[in-house]
């Protein structure tokens, strides 16, 4: 099944391959990540799943969502998730309008972002 890949150190969002309904190896494995999270961003309950504790690496790289508070740092692999029963599928969105969703950004603009937010707990 087609899979979206987002990687920010090449500034591309290509369609890859993965497995049928893949599990939680299959997304680490297509990431190159020992742990993953995952992040439903739209009303289709497509899910970015990006590293765990990627905020904590040096020399990062980072994309911005629309209408979304945060940039994520690293890449991440977009699959489409089935309500009723949770299984993992082909991304409902599409490529080109993902596309138009991301912007790329370097490690400055991201912190300058986090800088100007107020977070009141």
């Given amino acids: 099944m087609k899979a979206f890949l987002i990687d920010p150190s090449q500034r591309t969002i290509d369609s890859v391959l993965a497995p049928e309904n893949p599990s939680l190896e299959d997304i680490k494995n297509l990431l190159g990540f020992e ?3 995952g992040v439903v961003f739209n009303s289709q309950w497509d899910t970015l799943f990006v590293e765990d504790e990627g905020l904590y690496k040096e020399e990062q790289t ?6 979304k ?10 699959l489409g998730t089935v309500i009723d029963t949770g299984e993992l599928t082909s991304p409902w969105i599409h490529l ?11 490690p400055e603009e ?12």
């Fill in 35 to 37: 742990r993953v999270e």
């Fill in 62 to 67: 980072f994309f911005v969502l629309e209408h």
């Fill in 110 to 121: 991201a912190y300058e972002h986090w800088e100007k937010q107020s977070y009141d707990f």
């Fill in 96 to 106: 080109d309008y993902l596309k138009r969703l991301i912007t790329f950004v370097t």
């Fill in 69 to 78: 508070a945060d940039p994520v740092p690293g890449k991440a692999l977009c």
